[in-house]
């Protein structure tokens, strides 16, 4: 499990098991949030097992299913809300990352828009839901 931190409390990761959960709170991350539809590829694990771990935990859990043509989705204001927590740190993840670095870019103030789009980018996201979220807007 790969995690990239995009902010001192925001990081992202691709697809998660339920056996990484335990490591993740130990890593201190207080809220997770999926954002991957379940049923996306056949080897991902359901989203109630996710759920089920992140209860065992101990760990704060959402599920806010986003897709390519459904960006920034329906539940992009709470969504929002939980990236930026500056108290509890979150760990939002998706099949690779990119939705979740895409949604915090989409999520962040206009005049902090330009330096997410370079962390995210250095980062070697690719930022072209959030581009064209952005130019729909």
Request: charged share 25%.
């Amino acid at each position: 499990m790969k995690i990239v931190k995009l902010t001192d409390t925001l990081a992202v990761s691709a697809q998660i098991t339920p056996e990484d959960i335990a490591e993740i709170a130990v890593q201190g991350y207080r809220v997770l949030i999926n954002n991957r539809p379940d049923g996306e590829e056949s080897e991902q694990p359901a989203e109630s097992s996710i759920a089920a771990a992140a209860e065992a935990a101990g760990v704060e859990y959402h599920y806010f299913p986003v897709t390519h043509t459904s960006f920034p989705g329906p539940d992009f204001e709470d969504i929002s809300d939980l990236l930026d927590d500056p108290i509890r740190p979150v760990l939002a993840f998706c099949r690779s990352g990119t939705r979740c670095a895409n949604l915090w870019v989409a999520s962040v103030a206009s005049e902090e828009r330009k330096d997410a789009m370079r962390i995210a980018s250095q980062q070697g996201f690719n930022l072209g839901m959030v581009s064209k979220f952005l130019a729909e807007d």
